[in-house]
């Protein structure tokens, strides 16, 4: 699985746009065949910092995706929206998605 993780830092002034910006992106890389997730979430320390977690199953869809068209107009949008570069990790990982976490179960109450 190939395992990304972006911060984008927004102009203060496009942080309420960046999502409907980025949402046919969004709808549109959910649909790829190779992509396992891709979520959005935002810093509760810093407002104008979005993160983007997604994965992909294989090298291969990484790559489609990367070369899709949607992607390419995706970054001419963020371009214009970002103060700053993006910061990324990118990285393969074995797995096929979420597992469950061992640590933290429900409680009866």
């Known amino acids: ?4 993780a972006i ?4 102009r203060s002034a496009e942080r309420d746009n960046w ?5 046919d992106f969004t709808l549109a890389t959910r649909q790829e065949p190779g992509n396992l ?3 959005w979430s935002y810093s509760v ?4 910092q979005f ?7 294989s090298p291969e869809a990484g790559e489609a995706h990367v070369k899709s068209a949607h992607f390419a107009a995706a970054i001419d949008t963020m371009s214009e929206l970002v103060s700053e570069v993006p910061e ?4 393969e990982v074995p797995g096929e998605g979420w597992g469950r976490m061992a640590e933290v179960t429900p409680r009866n109450r």
């Open 1 to 4: 699985m190939i395992f990304i």
């Open 7 to 10: 911060k984008f830092t927004v």
């Open 19 to 23: 999502l409907p910006a980025v949402d």
């Open 37 to 39: 997730f891709f979520d």
């Open 45 to 48: 320390e810093n407002p104008d």
């Open 51 to 57: 993160v983007l977690l997604e994965a992909f199953a």
């Open 88 to 91: 990324i990790v990118n990285m």
